[in-house]
């Protein structure tokens, strides 16, 4: 069995979820004899280079629970990914500190970051348990039947809509809500997962696996208002052209790409307004409304899925279990074993590392512009029971 | 006593508890002999001139309370504000219904429309009882201590903030949120109510009741930044320049009127793009992102104030009863009596009507970027206990 220290950090965006999967993994790696002293590093991988480190072993389970609860990173996180240099001197830090656990909590990027270091540990002949354990709202990676912190801000998305198809409702006009995902449409699917009634919308839904047709999506809309006075949109911030180029990257004056040669797609209101105004120009409605949800779902006090919160702690716990009971890398998939029950499992870095999950042809309709019941089947059990909400009844009084 | 049909209908905006006080008004009208029908008119005013009534003693206690639980107007609404010629088709309809009693439920524009109405009814000799049901979640009514619809709208907002700040801090940068205030600053200022710790933001609030200054903007930023090495910025949309025009005025190729007069200014990013493009070209900071809440916070599913709740509720209720029981028209105020308790009481519309009440004095900071402790004191009440969230304990490791 390999003994040593342990180090965990959080890489890349904040969720909901994401500090279960912190507390998770401190509280089980306390119970374990493998492992010696219980090191966090501020703000991911930097805080390793830096020395940024912070002793685990001195929070009290009453603050960890605290922490459990709060959104966003508590070890802080980074954008930061790691070339072969960085990555030799984050290996030269755990050789100093004598780690031989890491755990990171992270995206498909921190998964790459993991089995990067993987490979360079067994070069150098160094002994190094690397466990990635998964979170993204994006709900983008392979293998696992979803990811922590998607529930919840799916939850968010879900909760948004159904309020604004009411509002929508009551004041009538066209109103469009952009929602964040670069190339998965999981979140932006999520619209459609409070809805009661067959016109409460979103009507019409555009997600980045499918090519955006500007004149489609005028026509889509003109036939929602023509059919019940008003038209609910759903738009992903990452939906692309016919030549798969994303839109926002036309509309912006100059890009701003992040240290993994992305472009900066949210925190814009350009492709929320350029929506607004391709209804307003070609149908004439008064009313055509957009807002872009920018990062309000992902760290949103108190909106939490319940089984999501419970997922998350159960892969951070999953993750120390798996790495001192093998002593193998890997990552922590959910397994979905029964409508609705998990199993996890332990899947090798490769599987997931730097690569991205769409949204299944299955879940998409044929119009490009709705999603099917299987998806509603697929992402409800994740987002957990919605408060009901109701119309009033209307009896008609006959005119005199 | 005045006796005969009573009608109701709701105007403007939506809120998260606007139903309560639809159904607060419905459940009290039940129990008076002295309104016989009671009418439902869909989409505000539009509806009583169009005839589109419908009948509210056939809806059952049950469904009225799903319905009351649920955000945005069910009865539907109307931005229609009547003129002369409105008001006297409103009239002729009530006399043909033989509607006695009619309560509006809405902000000061629909409250200066009870006004006119009233003053047109005691001019042609019709017994008419008019009560003004006040909701917005501006808050920015004069008498009452508060409007229902604030304390959820508020909670949204705070909620947001809070998540927004661990965020924040978590990634570093510049974060700037646009909240929903044309004239009154009261949501923008709720962005701290959820604040627990000294460096958490939000650290600058700018609201419509003092001239926007983009130097100064700048440079309280960067001041921030240097202290806290992040800054999270709360701004209304309202904000004016030195001449008092709303500076997204000028950021907008074509202005958007309502039948108010009023500039359109939610539903877009542009203030947001420019607040962000003026901190990335004078500070050079890599990250700094903006969202415009928009929309999201008036009809949120599942974010409610639970005191809000219960005092829309009550506004109705005593809506019903201030009209049977005097005879007299007027608007409905929340009286603040108590740490925390209030009670409520008949105002004469004109009191209300039209007029707007912006953030006292008392309740913003010198620097005209923060607000003061008074507000808290003013609005915690009205948002509720929100979940508590906490940092992690940092705990350094000696550097080896």
Redesign the interface.
């Known amino acids: 069995m390999t003994t040593g220290n342990a180090l965990i950090a959080?890489g890349g965006?904040?969720t909901?979820v994401i500090?279960q999967s912190?507390v998770g993994a401190i509280i089980e790696a306390r119970r374990h004899g493998a492992i010696k002293q219980l090191?966090?590093a501020?703000h991911g991988v930097r805080g390793i280079v830096g020395?940024d480190?912070?002793?685990?072993a001195?929070?009290t389970t009453a603050?960890l629970e605290?922490?459990a609860?709060?959104?966003?990173?508590?070890?802080?996180?980074?954008?930061d990914k790691p070339d072969d240099a960085y990555c030799e001197s984050i290996l030269r830090m755990f050789k100093?500190?004598d780690v031989r656990y890491f755990f990171y909590i992270g995206g498909n990027d921190s998964a790459d970051t993991c089995h990067i270091l993987s490979v360079f540990a067994q070069h150098s002949g160094y002994d190094l348990v690397i466990l990635h354990i998964p979170k993204t709202i994006d709900n983008d990676l392979l293998v696992t039947d979803h990811c922590p912190g998607y529930g919840s801000a799916a939850r968010f998305v879900?909760?948004?809509f159904?309020?604004?198809a009411?509002?929508t409702?009551?004041?009538s006009g066209v109103?469009i809500g952009v929602v964040m995902g670069r190339h998965a449409g999981f979140l932006t699917a999520a619209s459609a997962l409070?809805r009661r009634f067959e016109d409460d919308g979103p009507h019409l839904i555009y997600l980045p696996e499918r090519p955006f047709d500007r004149e489609q999506y005028v026509t889509q809309v003109e036939e929602t208002v023509t059919r019940y006075g008003r038209c609910l949109v759903a738009v992903s911030e990452g939906i692309v052209d016919a030549s798969g180029e994303p839109l926002t990257a036309s509309l912006l004056p100059s890009e701003e790409r992040d240290a993994h040669g992305n472009v900066q797609l949210?925190?814009?209101?350009?492709l929320?307004?350029a929506l607004?105004e391709w209804i307003q120009s070609a149908l004439h409605i008064r009313?055509?409304?957009?807002?872009?949800?920018?990062?309000?779902l992902?760290?949103?006090?108190?909106?939490v899925s319940p089984i999501d919160a419970v997922e998350a702690r159960e892969v951070g716990a999953h993750a120390v279990r798996f790495a001192v009971g093998t002593g193998e890398s890997g990552s922590v998939s959910i397994d979905r074993v029964g409508d609705y029950a998990v199993a996890y499992s332990l899947q090798p870095l490769t599987a997931v590392a730097g690569k991205t999950k769409q949204v299944p042809d299955a879940f998409i309709g044929d119009d490009g512009a709705t999603i099917t019941p299987s998806f509603l089947d697929y992402a409800k059990p994740l987002v957990g029971a919605?408060?009901?909400?109701?119309?009033?009844?209307?009896?008609?009084?006959v005119?005199?």
């Open positions: 959080q965006g904040p909901a500090n912190l090191y966090g501020r020395e480190l912070c002793d685990l001195r929070v603050e605290r922490v609860r709060s959104p966003a990173a508590a070890l802080l996180s980074t954008r100093k500190y879900a909760s948004a159904a309020g604004l009411l509002d409702r009551a004041l109103y409070a949210s925190g814009t209101g350009a929320g307004d607004r009313r055509v409304r957009c807002d872009t949800f920018g990062y309000l992902r760290s949103f006090l108190g909106v919605l408060p009901v909400y109701d119309h009033l009844p209307f009896h008609p009084v005119k005199r």
